[in-house]
């Protein structure tokens, strides 16, 4: 395996959920050719939240909250380093082409 793959951290259970859900956002993202944000009502609507509140029993409205801005801050960090790399992507190819 590569060194990344042994290096990654371990998610304990309870932090696999919200990154599951980040997950199949951006899974949605790229099928549908969007580059927005995740809005904390896109995150309510998907089918992991359901399965939070019909299989998991998260029925608490302020634990829901907390799980869907998670999955947002973490959205938001995704697309600022995606962004990040197509800026120095442009960059460098406009750098290159002046010369």
């Given at each position: 395996?590569?060194?990344?793959?042994?290096?990654?951290?371990?998610?304990?259970?309870?932090?696999?959920?919200?990154?599951?859900?980040f997950q199949?956002?951006?899974?949605?993202?790229?099928?549908?050719?969007?580059?927005?944000?995740?809005?904390?009502?896109?995150?309510?609507?998907?089918?992991?939240?359901?399965?939070?509140?019909?299989?998991?029993?998260?029925?608490?409205?302020?634990?829901?909250?907390?799980?869907?801005?998670?999955?947002?801050?973490?959205d938001e960090?995704?697309?600022?380093?995606?962004?990040?790399?197509?800026?120095?992507?442009?960059?460098?190819?406009?750098?290159?082409?002046?010369?």
């Amino acid at each position: 395996m590569p060194p990344a793959v042994l290096k990654r951290p371990i998610l304990l259970e309870l932090d696999q959920l919200p990154f599951a859900i980040f997950q199949t956002l951006s899974r949605e993202r790229i099928s549908l050719g969007e580059m927005g944000g995740s809005h904390i009502s896109a995150i309510r609507e998907t089918d992991i939240v359901s399965h939070c509140t019909d299989v998991l029993g998260i029925s608490d409205p302020d634990d829901l909250d907390e799980i869907c801005t998670l999955v947002a801050e973490m959205d938001e960090e995704y697309l600022n380093g995606v962004l990040k790399r197509r800026n120095a992507s442009s960059s460098s190819s406009a750098g290159s082409g002046n010369g």
